[in-house]
């Protein structure tokens, strides 16, 4: 399992003077994108497959306060991906300097053509990467259904007019 260490900021704090949820969701990207980078993912490479990762939601779940004064750790879960690489979902948990689990995030994305805006499925050369990657025990092969499942769509999106 891949883990990344942070050190809480003065400006990763919130008005209640603990960990902010903004910094959460830096935390996990960070931790995200020095994974894939491990992996030959990074700028260079996507922007000569001109491509980019979109993230379609980002969930936390805050199991305790965390304070400043000691690191944090934030681990890298790979729980889906579609066949073609489109789709992507990854379980970030975050524990304290005791090693105790005190939040969790579970985010789901996909690959983006940076040129035409539309998603794409992975070149070869990615799909292979992420096949070397270790996976969770509760690993599935992603559908594009599997992206809509925690969406409630607004009454009023249909309107018209």
Sequence with gaps: MF???FEIRWSDLDSNRHLANSA???FASHTR??????????H???????IGPVVFYEHIYYFKEVFPGKPVKVSLGFKGMSEDGMFFEFQHDFYDSEG???ARCEMMGAWI?????????????FIDAFNKMERTDDFTVL?????RKHVQF??????TG
């Design 44 to 50: 260079k490479t996507m922007a000569e497959y001109n």
């Design 154 to 159: 607004p009454q009023d999106l249909y309107l």
């Design 24 to 26: 959460y969701i830096n």
């Design 33 to 42: 994108m020095a994974f894939l980078g491990e992996l030959g993912f990074n």
């Design 143 to 147: 559908t594009k259904a599997d992206t």
């Design 100 to 102: 105790k689990n005190f």
């Design 113 to 125: 053509d940076l040129k035409n805006r539309k998603l794409i499925p992975l070149p070869q050369i």
């Design 3 to 5: 883990f990344k260490e």
